[in-house]
């Protein structure tokens, strides 16, 4: 009765992952219970998702074939486009459909924009092609795109995009807040990611807190809908300093070094897997995001109800 915060499904989103040409599920060895989908998988697995009561999935897609522009991404046949038609043709409007808008998962290189001549990100000839990978996805069904790159302008230009073809429904989730974390080491498993080196130019020092909350600032003046901290659990300070300011609703990447941490000593009988899974998004919670996406979503949307 008294309790201070609240752990619901709705406020729970998924992150799921759809290889192209698979011809069955690929597990992700270090990320226990997560896998590669098929685009027949996807369907039956973000069903049963729904069903428990999640609020939303976060979709990611893994091309066969990668390019220094990462043209699969904005491709209507890439992977990500179609399987965004296949769940908005199972789903329709039952949940929030979400789309990761960044290059990194269809670059050869595994960088989040192209590259110019010295090898260095590009932020502006990135831009252009993530206007048009926004666009790609709003036709293909997404709900909220998740520009997830980091690079300076994204929100603007995607929004600036999505308002010239008629997609002004179409909101923004802005990975505003994104720290070049030793935690990513999984996702990149997850997404086969091409990346050598690391993202350390764009992505944000993790000792800093001033910085993000200008980057948020940014974010919002360019017409996010929502804002997001990733990761969540070393950064439970900042998504409190970003709920604080933030006039739209905060969310909060559980990631997959996070995911996976827990996993393990589960897996090792040192901790208790239930109690542990639930503690952690409540703090996460607590600390003031409004959603989680986590790879828990669906196992604990069926716990909390």
Not at 26 to 34: C, F, H, K, L, N
Not at 217 to 233: C, I, N, R, S, T
């Amino acid at each position: 009765m008294v309790s201070e915060t609240t752990l619901r499904p709705r406020q729970l989103i998924l992150p799921m992952f759809v290889g192209e040409g698979l011809a069955a599920p690929r597990p992700i060895a270090s990320m226990p219970g997560v896998v590669q989908h098929t685009r027949d998988t996807l369907r039956k697995a973000a069903v049963e998702a729904v069903n428990a009561g999640v609020g939303g999935i976060m979709l990611f897609g893994i091309p066969e074939k990668r390019d220094p522009e990462g043209s699969g991404a904005v491709d209507e046949k890439g992977i990500l486009n179609v399987a965004l038609r296949d769940l908005r043709s199972e789903l329709g409007d039952s949940t929030v459909l979400m789309a990761d808008t960044c290059l990194d998962e269809f670059t050869d290189h595994g960088h989040c924009g192209v590259l110019d001549a010295d090898g260095v990100v590009d932020n502006d000839a990135t831009l252009r092609l993530y206007a048009e990978m926004g666009v790609a996805q709003a036709e293909a069904g997404a709900h909220v795109l998740g520009p997830s790159g980091m690079m300076d302008g994204q929100v603007g230009v995607i929004r600036r995009a999505l308002d010239e073809v008629g997609h002004s429904e179409t909101a923004i989730l802005a990975y505003s807040i994104k720290y070049a974390s030793a935690f990513y080491g999984p996702f990149r498993e997850a997404v086969d990611s091409q990346l050598k080196g690391d993202r350390k130019t764009y992505q944000q020092d993790l000792g800093n807190a001033r910085e993000a909350m200008r980057e948020l600032e940014l974010d919002l003046a360019e017409g996010a809908d929502m804002v997001m901290v990733k990761p969540a659990l070393s950064y439970l300070d900042i998504i409190k300093a970003a709920a604080d300011i933030s006039p739209v609703p905060v969310a909060a990447y559980n990631i997959s070094g996070e995911y996976a941490m827990v996993e393990a000593a589960a897996a090792n009988g040192w901790i208790e897997r239930e109690r542990t899974v639930l503690e952690v998004l409540t703090s996460i919670r607590r600390a003031g995001a409004d959603v989680i996406l986590t790879y828990w979503a669906a196992e604990a949307a069926a716990w909390l109800d």
